[in-house]
């Protein structure tokens, strides 16, 4: 279970980078809403790295902690650091909470599987997240 928490924080990781690049380079008429959903998305996600990583630690596992390992390992993958319109942010995202509710998928049958509740209830929630958001991306319309 522990490689595919690492593989979780590794994607949260790169993902928060990425929420922030999109947060400083949005343009466009609806800059205001989309920079300020933005900021809350990123600081979400770090609250989960930090949870994650010590999730991963109290299970006496290997803790991957350094950018090399995040961008040689992590599914989901940066963006160049230019200017894009909130359309193309929000189906990207989309794709990334797509992957990252795989994950806990995954990390969720491990856990119930390992007898792990506590790591089972902390997909639970993020799987809630991840879904809501899944749900309120989707109904951008005029993209
Ligand atoms: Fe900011």
Redesign the pocket.
Known sequence: MCDDLNLLLSNLNVFYRKL?NY??NVTGADFFTT?EKL?EYYNCINKQIDEIAELIVSKNCYVMATMKEYLETSQIKEVESKKVNSCEIWKNILKDYETLIENCKKIKTDAENENCPVTSSIMDEYLKDYNKKCWMIKQIENC
Do not use: D, G, L, Y
Request: aromatic share 20%; no cysteine; proline share 0%.
């Open positions: 922030q947060h400083w920079h900021e």
